[in-house]
Each structure stands twice: as structure tokens, then as C-alpha cells.
């Protein structure tokens, strides 16, 4: 206090201090270079070069992956043989966009099951990850906007998308994610995951890099347009109100016949419990006429 | 329905003296519409006023069923079809309010006598027996069925001869099973025969492009049928038309999937079927034959929906779970000299589950 009061009072008396000229031209200095990289974050971005991004991502790997996956992305295998982590080599910047962003990598413990959450990167740090994981051997790399994007179709072709879409989507994926989309369940314990809500990028990103049990539906296998007819058919399931009524998730007989059996026929039984239940006597007596 | 006392109590039963005295029933407790005849008005209105809702919501479906949008232009209602929504809620409302109604009249208003039913045997009364007994044996002294055999044995004949009609008519349900197994008919035809033969090319479902083996990452999964299927005539023509394509799509229908060539457990012979770690197997399960294309890459199991049966697509599509009895039939591969994926053969055993006269080896 008696420090902050001194100089309070040797700045009343001198006003204008021997350092003062220094001060204002260092905040000129700080304000035009705050202004400068405020206004021009693209080009900032552009002078970090690939090997930049490579060299921060392979930082970010060492903290956060290469336990399971290994200190140079090799994969690690348990004391029994079991897969702690693959080896990354190959599975492309694609593949690193979708598990990060989705939230799925890191994972919180070694395990077949890998349900998204809430990602632990933001898109510079998962940019790095991908652009590392990209060095290490060619795979699939991040898909372009126009790759995935339906939002450039006319309406007719946007419905020719839809149909032949359906006709992909009902060969090839719905023995896992359901006829909707809404997910279902694999052997042990596992499950595929709901598409419903899923981002465009995100569904193309899957298709193209298979995760986890997934099959890959590589652009041999399914052309990027064919991907993209796919991803056209599950948003316009997206779109289309429940024309039957409500969808109890839509995943056929078994919450529909799990609805009948216990509102349906509770519902009932509650009316017949109330019904008996409830008297309708009463203590008075009949007043003979 | 036994008489009642001045109380709506029932008679007891009378006669012998019981060694406990009978307690007989408790007494009758009245309901208020028994007692007060203004409540007895008012449940009246009660019931006619939920018989009215439902006459009201019967009104309201038809109203509904005309008002509402379905087809190219549905009207929706939070989201959900409104037309659907409109006809079940009206439709239920208008069954559940008469049942409201004769609910509350039983209830209410109707007699409400306590009613005793005494124990009888099941069996008629000994005269009963006889009568029946006697009536039916004059009825058939008065046919004379037994005095004119003529009559009685050509009736029987034309009753035996009405179950040709049913037997001649059974047989449009379907072929017999022995003409199904060796039909000549068409292509493919038969149990123990597909479409597919040596050189046939494998092409993906729905989009009918060929595929080549560089095509094919490992992990990829395939969905595939027999080429014949999309290939038409010099006039443009499908070459195969109604039934025939759909009994050649549901035999023929193959998953193809690629993995590590080395995580392959070839079978006895099958060491040529694969194609750089491809392999395709049918897609038809041998449990009771439905589609199965639930593939998982990081197991190479494929699992059938239907019964859970599990196969091993990476040593020969075994059965590791379930109730199917035979491993999927495999269909060998090869490349044709455009480069393209071809079967080497037919299936070398039947698709699809088993039955009785297949050769089990």
C-alpha cells in the first residue's frame, strides 16, 4: 500500500515521467501488432507451414495418443496379445478428422465400443493430428466440402440423390445402422451408432475410413457420388416429419411392441384396478317411498 | 336368478340345518344413485354425455379422413403426420368414450342384485340322456340310412370325391419339392443350382458396376450380385424377366469382402478362391435364409439378425455362434483378362438353409 501510494503521489508531481515516451510507443507498437494479426489471421495461418502443423501434431500425439498407439503411431500390443491401440501408419487425415471431432479419440479407456463425446481438441490442435498422422503413410485424406455438401443440388437432382441414395443405404447399411438410421446392436455387447444427426463430413468421413467395426466403404467401393447420395437420403429422412405417428425411435417391432404391451395393455389394466378399486356405494339407506 | 328379499339380498338356500349356522350374505349397501334421485339424474347425463363424446369424435375422424393431406402433400402436426395422429385419436376416443359410458351405467345405474348360483354337476339328467338317446335313433330309423346302403355309400363317395377339388387346388401353393431341386426350367433354376457360372462377373448391388480387385481397399465390404442380372439384350430388354429375377437375385446375392491375405484360414481346396485377400461368400444364411451383410472388419465375423448365428468370413465363413448348422458357400474368384472380378464357378454347394433332400456331405 505504501508503495502504490508513493507512486501515485511521484506521478501527481511529475507529470509527465521520464519513461513515459517509451510506454506510448510500445503500446503504438502492441496495438498496430494485435490490429495486424486481428485482421489478417489468414495469412498468420499460411506462414505456418506443413511442417509446422506436422511437428505441433506430432507434440500433441506424444501427449495425448501415444499410449495406446505407440510413440510413433506403431500401435502397442497388450501382454496378451490383444490390441491396446492400431498402428496409425495409413489411416489417413480422414480418419483422425472423424475421431477427434466427433470426440471418440481419445478414448477414455482401451475398449471395442467407442461412443462419440464431447471433442477434447479444437480444429487447429485436430488440423495438427491429422496433418501428423497424414506423414506418417498415404491414406484417405479430410474430404472436401464439395465432396459431401447436397446443398449445390437442384431439387430434381437432389431427389434423384434421395432415391438412389435409399436404394445404397438399404443394401449396405442397414444390417447395422437400421433401416432409419437409428443404430443397432452387434455381437457382444457392441452397437452401430444412430446417423441420425450425424454431419454430413462426419457420415462421408466413416464411409471412407470404416471405423472401428465398421466395413470401409472406400471411393472404389462407393463412388464419392454414391457417398454422397447416401448422405442425401439419411438428411431427407432427417427432414421428413413422422408421417405414422410417433417413431419410439424407430427401430421396428421391438419399441413398438414394448409400447403396446406396457402403455397399451397397462393403460388397461390401470382402468380395470381404478374401475374396481373405486366404490360406488354408499352408507346412506334406501328411504322407503 | 334367484328370488330377492325386500333388501336386493338373495334367498338362502333352505332345508337341512348346517352344523354352523349360515352367516348368510353381508348386508346390502346401497349405491347414491339407488338412494337419491337427483344423482341418479346426473349419472344418467353422465352416460349420455360420454356416449355423445363419442359420437362427437366419430364425427371428427370423417372430418379428418377428408380435411387432412396424405400423399405428395402431407399436412403435419408437431412433426408427425396429422392425418395419422387425427384418425387414431378419433377414432380411439370414439371407442373408449362408449366404453367410459357403459362403464359408468353398469356401474350407476343398472340393477345390481347380489346373485347366487348354486353348484350342479356337468352331467345332463338321466332323462335328458334317454330323450336325446331316442330322438336321434328315430332320426335315423326315419332316414333309413342303415335300410338303404345305396343312398348312405354313394353320399360317403361324393363327400370323399369333394377332397379332390382341395388337393388339385394345394398344388398351385408351389411346385413339389423334387421338382424344385432338379428344375430345368430357366438358368439357375432349382435348389442346388444359382445364376452364377465360370466367368460371370461380380457386380455391386443396386449400382451394377463391375468391380477390380484394386478397387477394393482391405476392410472394405461389398454387397454384390451376379452380372447377369443387369445385362440386357441387343434391344434393351433385361435378360431375365419376373420371377426368374427375383428367385436368381435372392440365391445369387454375395457379400464381398478384403482383408490381411494372411488372416485367411483357407479351406481344403479352396486355396485359389481368394484374389489378393478378396473373398465373397453368400449372402443367404444357411439357418432359415436371410440376408445377412452385418459385417464386422475388425473381427471378420458376419452375423445374421434373424437367430444371432455368427460366421467367420476369414476361415472359410465357419459358424462360430448360433443356431446355423453349415458355414456359408463360398464362391470362388478370379480375375477375367479385363481385369475385372469373375466367379470360377457356381456355388459348389447349395445356398440358403437346408432341406430334406439335400446331400448333406
Not at chain 2, 347380489?114 to 332323462?127: C, F, K, L, Q
Request: hydrophobic residues 40%; aromatic residues 6%.
Amino acid at each position: 500500500m505504501r508503495f502504490l501510494n508513493r507512486s501515485a503521489g511521484r506521478l501527481s508531481r511529475h507529470r509527465r515521467g521520464p519513461l513515459a515516451g517509451l510506454v506510448v510507443l510500445l503500446l503504438g507498437l502492441l496495438m498496430t501488432g494485435g490490429l495486424y494479426a486481428a485482421l489478417s489471421p489468414a495469412q498468420a495461418e499460411e506462414a505456418q507451414t506443413d511442417a509446422e502443423l506436422v511437428a505441433k501434431g506430432k507434440e500433441l500425439f506424444l501427449v495425448g495418443c501415444s499410449f495406446c498407439h505407440g510413440r510413433n503411431a506403431e500401435g502397442v500390443l497388450t501382454q496378451n496379445g490383444n490390441q491396446l491401440g492400431p498402428s496409425l501408419v495409413g489411416v489417413g487425415a480422414a480418419a483422425v478428422d472423424f475421431q477427434v471431432e466427433t470426440g471418440r479419440m481419445p478414448m477414455v479407456r482401451p475398449g471395442t465400443q467407442n461412443p462419440p463425446k464431447p471433442e477434447a481438441y479444437d480444429d487447429e490442435e485436430t488440423a495438427a493430428l491429422a496433418a501428423y498422422v497424414a506423414s506418417l503413410g498415404p491414406g484417405p485424406a479430410i474430404p472436401a466440402e464439395s465432396d459431401y455438401s447436397i446443398d449445390g443440388l437442384s431439387g430434381e437432382e437432389r431427389e434423384a440423390a434421395i432415391t438412389r441414395g435409399g436404394q445404397i443405404f438399404l443394401t449396405n447399411c442397414t444390417a447395422c445402422h437400421n433401416f432409419a438410421g437409428a443404430g443397432g446392436a452387434l455381437p457382444r455387447g457392441r452397437w452401430a451408432p444412430s446417423l441420425q444427426g450425424v454431419s454430413e463430413k462426419h457420415i462421408y468421413e466413416a464411409l471412407l475410413t470404416g471405423p472401428s467395426q465398421m466395413p470401409v466403404f472406400s471411393n472404389g467401393n462407393l463412388s464419392p457420388e454414391e457417398k454422397r447420395d447416401v448422405i442425401a437420403y439419411l438428411k431427407s429422412l432427417e427432414e421428413q416429419p413422422s408421417y405414422g405417428g410417433f417413431t419410439l425411435g424407430q427401430l421396428g417391432p421391438v419399441s413398438e411392441g414394448a409400447a403396446a404391451w406396457l402403455l397399451g395393455m397397462g393403460t388397461m389394466v390401470g382402468f380395470a384396478v381404478w374401475i374396481a378399486a373405486h366404490t360406488t356405494r354408499t352408507s346412506k339407506k334406501k328411504v322407503d317411498a | 336368478m334367484s328370488e330377492h328379499t325386500s333388501d336386493n339380498l338373495p334367498v338362502g338356500p333352505s332345508g337341512e340345518e348346517e352344523p354352523i349356522a349360515n352367516p348368510g350374505l353381508p348386508e346390502h349397501t346401497w349405491r347414491p344413485t339407488d338412494v337419491d334421485a337427483k344423482a341418479e339424474k346426473r349419472a344418467e347425463r353422465q352416460v349420455a354425455f360420454f356416449f355423445a363424446l363419442s359420437a362427437i369424435c366419430a364425427v371428427l375422424f370423417v372430418v379428418a379422413y377428408f380435411s387432412l393431406d396424405v400423399g405428395d402433400n402431407w399436412d403435419t402436426f408437431l412433426g408427425l403426420g396429422a392425418s395419422n395422429l387425427a384418425l387414431g385419436t378419433s377414432l380411439g376416443g370414439a371407442l373408449l368414450f362408449i366404453g367410459i359410458g357403459v362403464i359408468q351405467w353398469a356401474r350407476k345405474l343398472m340393477g345390481d342384485h347380489e346373485i347366487v348360483e348354486m353348484r350342479h354337476p356337468a352331467r345332463s339328467s338321466d332323462e335328458d340322456r334317454e330323450g336325446t338317446l331316442a330322438a336321434l335313433a328315430a332320426g335315423l330309423e326315419e332316414s333309413g340310412i342303415s335300410r338303404r346302403p345305396l343312398v348312405r355309400n354313394s353320399l360317403l363317395g361324393s363327400l370323399a370325391m369333394l377332397g379332390l377339388p382341395a388337393i388339385v387346388v394345394l398344388r398351385d401353393l408351389g411346385p413339389l419339392p423334387g421338382d424344385v431341386y432338379d428344375d430345368e426350367e430357366y438358368e439357375g433354376a432349382g435348389l442346388e443350382r444359382t445364376v452364377w457360372k465360370k466367368g460371370m462377373r461380380v457386380v455391386r448391388d443396386v449400382i451394377g458396376t463391375p468391380i477390380k480387385p484394386s478397387e477394393v481397399e482391405i476392410g472394405d465390404l461389398i454387397n454384390c450380385e451376379p452380372a447377369i442380372l443387369f445385362e440386357t439384350d441387343e434391344e434393351g430388354e433385361p435378360l431375365l424377366h419376373g420371377v426368374e429375377v427375383q428367385i436368381a437375385k435372392s440365391k445369387g446375392a454375395v457379400i464381398l469382402v478384403r482383408m490381411e491375405p494372411g488372416d485367411i484360414t483357407h479351406g481344403e481346396g479352396r486355396e485359389n478362391w481368394a484374389v489378393d485377400g478378396i473373398v465373397a461368400y453368400s449372402k443367404i444364411c444357411t439357418h432359415v435364409g436371410c440376408p445377412i451383410s452385418l459385417y464386422e472388419q475388425s473381427t471378420h465375423h458376419v452375423l445374421c439378425p434373424c437367430h444371432q448365428s455368427t460366421f467367420d468370413l476369414a476361415d472359410s465363413a465357419r459358424v462360430v455362434f448360433g443356431p446355423a448348422a453349415r458355414a456359408l458357400p463360398q464362391l470362388a474368384l478370379e480375375v477375367d483378362e479385363e481385369g475385372y472380378l469373375v466367379a470360377q464357378d457356381d456355388f459348389n454347394e447349395p445356398v440358403g438353409p437346408s432341406y430334406w433332400e439335400r446331400d448333406s456331405e
